[in-house]
């Protein structure tokens, strides 16, 4: 029988009930970052966490983070980590089985007797999800003072400032710099994730090791047109802002398509239309586009050409277009070492396979500080960031397990 087992009974009471923290006039499950819902989740959280036997404190960029005393207190910790915040009509699972899966950990290894020689840190990052402010992974980028002065002035559509957000929260802004992780200051991160995408459920496969996560750019463009009247102004004598942007969401495509790699993908997943009337030529639009890859010299390559091309296009057509970066995060390779004990101890647990992360996490901020490790469970159909979202809780188990076993591996082998 193995003592490390995760109770899935008790993991499975944890997911639902956290899951009850969200906005019920949306679809799915809708927790966004710095809401009531969010809030309330966050003091269930660190309640949760207590009780579990962490010590708990939220840190200057608002992470909660519950501490377990190794046996060798002068070792820096191994941290596990992940989300509670959502994005918009999202699913049940993404974040929130890696943190709660994290408290699981702590309650088995307590209720076992089995001491480990490093700190243990459980995160929930604030914030991973694109926000209100624009940016994604606020409390990844805090933890490692990666939050700009500029970053968090931010507002919000009603005027909020990121930086009082993060007060709201428990987070102090004026401390992140000082405060900040630096190089050395953990010796591993790890995520279990579930994998938002279809490779592993497509293969039957259980376990997934993670061998690399993209890296994503965000720009915001404004194109202006101009306005005039829909019936009167001919077509060739219009300056029909959604037109010009139409035509920009189709070169994205293609720049990114012609890249013939699966890694290498471009989306504008956000877009407003001025007046948005239909009988008014659209004067003004506003979106926002992301690349990824799992090479940051080709994002940089997609988004100049990108963006000389659009600018070369608007001239010809008499409209100004503005690009104004949101974000960029750095892909990730995982390390050989770390790939190869993660794979020992899933295997351990259930068959397993190496995959590249088409979606971005935390790990990729951590990667600065730490050397990061993630695993994936599979999810259905590969739907994530929408309602259908699912992973079972066999297979969150088995997740859980893999996590434990891999804890224990690494514990024993990092100074
Ligand atoms: C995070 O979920 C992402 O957008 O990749
Ligand atoms: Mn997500
Ligand atoms: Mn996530």
């Known amino acids: 029988m193995d ?56 840190d200057a960029a608002a992470n909660i983070i519950g501490r377990l005393s190794g046996s060798d207190n002068s070792l820096k910790p ?61 409390g990844s980028k805090g933890m490692i003072g990666e939050l700009t002065k500029e970053m968090l002035q931010r507002r919000d559509n009603c005027g909020r400032v990121l930086s009082d957000a993060i007060h709201d929260l428990g987070g102090n802004s004026r401390s992140i710099k000082k405060l900040a992780r630096k190089k050395g200051d953990a010796v591993l991160y790890l995520e279990l994730h579930n994998e938002l995408g279809p490779v592993l459920d497509n293969k039957e496969c259980p376990l997934g090791v993670v061998t690399g996560i993209v890296g994503i750019h965000r720009y915001k463009v404004i194109v202006n047109g101009e306005a005039n009247h829909a ?36 989306t504008v997943g956000k877009l407003n239309v001025e007046p948005n009337a239909s009988n008014v030529i659209p004067g003004k639009c506003e979106f926002e586009f992301e690349v990824r890859s799992l090479q940051n010299d080709i994002i940089d390559e997609i988004v100049s050409q990108f963006i000389d091309e659009a600018q070369a296009l608007s001239k010809e057509r008499n409209i100004k277009v503005k690009f104004d970066n949101i974000s960029k995060s750095s892909s990730v390779i995982i390390d050989e070492g770390i790939k190869k004990v993660l794979k020992d101890s899933c295997e351990e647990v259930a068959k397993t396979m190496y995959l590249p992360s088409g979606a971005g996490h935390d790990a990729n901020h ?28 066999e297979e969150i188990e088995i997740g859980v397990h893999a996590l434990i076993k891999a804890l224990l591996a690494f514990d024993k082998i990092l100074k």
């Open 231 to 266: 019936g009167t102004t001919p077509m060739n004598m219009r300056c029909d802002a959604l037109v010009f942007t139409s035509k920009l969401v189709l070169k994205l495509q293609s720049l990114c398509k012609d890249k013939n790699r699966d890694d290498v993908v471009g």
């Open 78 to 138: 191994i941290i596990i980590g992940s989300h509670t915040d959502t994005v918009e009509n999202g699913g049940m699972y993404d974040g929130t089985i890696g943190v709660l899966g994290g408290i699981e950990v702590v309650r088995i290894l307590k209720e076992n007797g089995v001491n480990l020689r490093h700190p243990l840190e459980i995160v929930d990052f604030t914030s991973e999800e694109p926000s209100e402010f624009g940016l994604s992974t606020i």
């Open 366 to 393: 951590i990667n600065e500080i730490a050397p990061v490790g993630m695993i994936f469970v599979p999810s259905k159909d590969g739907k994530s960031h929408c309602p259908e979202e699912y992973t079972s809780y």
């Open 3 to 58: 003592r490390v087992r995760p109770n899935i009974g008790r993991l499975k009471s944890d997911i639902e009930r956290i899951s009850t923290f969200i906005d019920k006039s949306k679809l799915g499950h809708t927790r966004r970052s710095f809401t009531e819902e969010y809030k309330e989740a966050r003091v269930w959280l660190r309640e949760k966490m207590e009780e579990s036997g962490l010590e708990t404190s939220i």
